[in-house]
Nanobody, 119 residues
Framework: QVQLVESGGGLVQAGGSLRLSCAAS????????MGWFRQAPGKERERVAA????????YYGDSVKGRFTISRDNAKNTVYLQMNSLKPEDTAVYYC????????????WGQGTQVTVSS
């Protein structure tokens, strides 16, 4: 089992940047593929980025491609989401999640961190 705690959310103006962090504790962090998801009010949860156990493979949703970067530091048990050129439509609660089997099934979730982008 792994516990996840997100941080780094906040209020930023359009065009600005934020870096989200997700600290993991419990079972070996490097055993998990990791993902970042977001959910805005009235909208379905969306996977915005994912990264393999080693960090060698990444995925980005079309809406964030070229603007967001996911990375991980297995020595620090942390996954990051660097968000640049933020837009008001990026406003959402952002969650990190862990996928033990690497099959895109995320069994562990953090509590979420709010990101608000003002126009």
């Amino acid at each position: 089992q792994v516990q996840l705690v997100e941080s780094g959310g906040g209020l930023v103006q359009a065009g600005g940047s934020l870096r989200l962090s997700c600290a993991a504790s419990g079972r070996t962090f490097s055993s998990y593929a990791m993902g970042w998801f977001r959910q805005a009010p009235g909208k379905e949860r969306e996977r915005v980025a994912a990264i393999s156990r080693s960090g060698g493979t990444t995925y980005y949703g079309d809406s964030v491609k070229g603007r967001f970067t996911i990375s991980r530091d297995n020595a620090k048990n942390t996954v990051y989401l660097q968000m640049n050129s933020l837009k008001p439509e990026d406003t959402a609660v952002y969650y990190c999640a862990a996928d033990y089997h690497g099959l895109g099934i995320y069994g562990y979730w953090g509590q979420g961190t709010q990101v608000t982008v003002s126009s």
